[in-house]
């Protein structure tokens, strides 16, 4: 999955080149560069206007060609990196009408580039993992909240009636409300995907359903349920 940090060798049969320097490129992860070590040569255009410091422009022109092919890569991906700069540099670069430019380069990652990348990629897993886990539990929910026959039973015992509550038979009504407007609300969800309103609605549904997995939190949903739903598009107005 992951390629080794240490510089990557010549190709075979590479045409040899007479200079040198080393620069670091880009990579797709911010902040995050490969070293790249370069070989090359130049040649000045005959008749073209005169270059006063015709290496300098060499070099700029070069690891400007090499930084452009490896933009695109995580840094972890040194080899396709690699194989992008010196698919750039099979050609000569003429960029520069007053000097042609052909060259080769090696790439590498410092140690502490690939601790940082490494680093960035597991917590970037373990994000992905628990947006992941909380998807199916709002599936579960959903499911639960839908299903027939036993959706109301399951949201009574869910959220019954808390400590200090004046009217228990008031408390049980507005769950019983709460769970028609929800499981309206699901369905009409389902009805509507894939539109702006959809989207809007499932992400009013989300944050309901979300409140119902915070035991502390879930038993005022049911006196709050109607800010959600009033927020809903198209839904009639009035009693």
Known sequence: MFRSRKPTGPA?????????????????????????SLSYGWTLREGADPILHPDEVA???LVGAVRTAT??????????????????????????DRITVSGHVR?????????????????AERVRLEEAERTVRLQILREQVLSQGLGLVWWLERNGTPQGVDSPQRWTRELIESHGELTAALRREQAVTGTEEGALLRARVDEALAL????????????????????????PSGP
């Open 71 to 96: 933009a695109g890569y995580p840094v972890l991906h040194v080899g396709e990196a690699r194989s992008a700069a010196n698919r750039e540099l099979s050609r000569e670069i003429t960029t520069d």
């Open 107 to 123: 790439l590498g990652i410092t140690a502490e580039t690939e601790a940082r990348a490494r680093a960035r990629h597991f917590a």
């Open 12 to 36: 075979p049969g590479r045409r040899p080149f007479d200079r040198a320097c080393a620069a670091r490129v880009d990579s797709a992860d911010p902040g995050l560069y490969f070293e790249a």
């Open 59 to 61: 070099r700029s022109l």
């Open 212 to 235: 119902v997995q915070d035991p502390e939190t879930a038993g005022r949903l049911a006196r709050h349920l109607g800010d959600y739903i009033a927020h809903i598009p198209g839904r």
